[in-house]
């Protein structure tokens, strides 16, 4: 290869180019950076921080009271997983956060609720129990209530990194802060009990069931409900998905590449795997495990791939 002439590179660089020849990392490689690690949020740890912010962050003041889980990737100040965000929100008694639409779908996991708290989806009062995944798919108005005399504790997840890397973020309040509940619905398409559709879902290999569910109403998150009896496993596998696993019951531990990380996950807790980490999720004891992930968007785009053995 020759030399280029002086203040080449510098007249490149005056115009905005770059010499594909000489990046100075590569555009191309061989399989996917794992730039984001595996990491391990504990709900006691999450539901303690949000008990004392109840004392000064009022929902007046915040969109929403909720911890954000923020994976330590260098950099980051959000995320979860390059897809996917997870987020512990608090409602005190009796409050009502305001209501608001927005181009991201969303859904809430009902980890700590009495009764008495709920949802509103377009104008429809949905009841939430502990255990329940509740939908919010895009642009569809939803706030939030708490009759009770009890805090209540959920996970929200959402797939705001996407839509912010698409640059197709949009959000609005509602007009009204909050919406009129213009009827209740047990029954809702939005709600789903994840904990008995894994318990009553088929065998899949031993010990093993599994309960995919909300195909309908998200386009980009998949969400499994998947019942382990205490020993069971699920098959060691690499994909080029984002998951983060949910204990709803039980206790699980994740194993990330063969030992180089574990976390033992109990109810609440949040996992996030980010893509193409060698994992295997092993139930210490009988559990229910809500796996939410982008897979519908990666086999839409012809980009999953998965490694796996049992």
């Keep these: 290869m020759g030399t280029a002439p002086d203040g080449?590179?510098?007249?490149?660089?005056?115009?905005?180019?770059?010499?594909?020849?000489?990046?100075?990392?590569?555009?191309?490689?061989?399989?996917?950076?794992?730039?984001?690690?595996?990491f391990h949020w504990r709900y006691t740890d999450a539901r303690a921080a949000l008990h004392a912010a109840g004392e000064f962050v009022s929902v007046e003041f915040a969109e929403r009271r909720n911890l954000i889980c923020v994976n330590p990737k260098e950099g980051n100040t959000y995320s979860s997983t390059p897809n996917l965000v997870a987020a512990y929100q608090m409602v005190l008694p009796h409050e009502s956060p305001r209501a608001h639409h927005h181009t991201p779908s969303a859904l809430r996991v009902a980890v700590e609720v009495p009764p008495g708290t709920y949802t509103v989806v377009n104008g429809t009062r949905i009841n939430m129990a502990d255990g329940d995944v509740l939908l919010t798919p895009n642009w569809k108005w939803h706030g939030h209530g708490n009759d009770s005399d009890?805090?209540?504790y959920w996970i929200d997840i959402l797939?705001?990194?996407?839509?912010?890397?698409?640059?197709?973020?949009?959000?609005e309040t509602h007009p009204d802060l909050?919406?009129?509940?213009?009827?209740?619905?047990?029954a809702s398409p939005m709600r789903f009990?994840?904990?008995?559709l894994a318990r009553s879902a088929p065998e899949i290999a031993p010990g093993v069931r599994r309960a995919a569910f909300g195909a309908d109403h998200l386009l980009t998150i998949e969400?499994?409900?998947?019942?382990?009896?205490?020993?069971?496993?699920?098959?060691?596998?690499?994909?080029?998905?984002?998951?983060?696993?949910i204990p709803l019951a039980g206790a699980v531990v994740v194993d990330v590449?063969?030992?180089?990380?574990?976390f033992t996950a109990s109810r609440g807790d949040v996992v996030a795997i980010p893509p193409?980490?060698?994992?295997?999720v092993t139930a210490s004891q009988d559990a229910v495990v809500l796996r939410a992930s982008d897979e519908p968007l990666l086999r839409h785009l012809h980009l999953y791939r998965e490694e796996s053995n049992g």
């Design 178 to 186: 909050r919406q009129t509940i213009e009827h209740a619905d047990p």
């Design 257 to 262: 590449e063969d030992g180089e990380s574990k």
């Design 223 to 245: 969400l499994q409900a998947l019942s382990l009896t205490g020993g069971a496993s699920l098959p060691t596998r690499r994909i080029t998905t984002s998951s983060l696993l």
């Design 150 to 152: 009890q805090e209540a």
């Design 8 to 38: 080449y590179f510098d007249e490149l660089a005056e115009r905005s180019f770059g010499p594909g020849w000489a990046k100075p990392e590569p555009s191309l490689y061989p399989e996917p950076k794992r730039d984001f690690p595996p």
């Design 276 to 280: 193409w980490w060698r994992h295997r």
């Design 193 to 196: 009990a994840a904990a008995e």
């Design 159 to 171: 797939d705001v990194p996407l839509i912010h890397q698409l640059r197709a973020m949009f959000f």
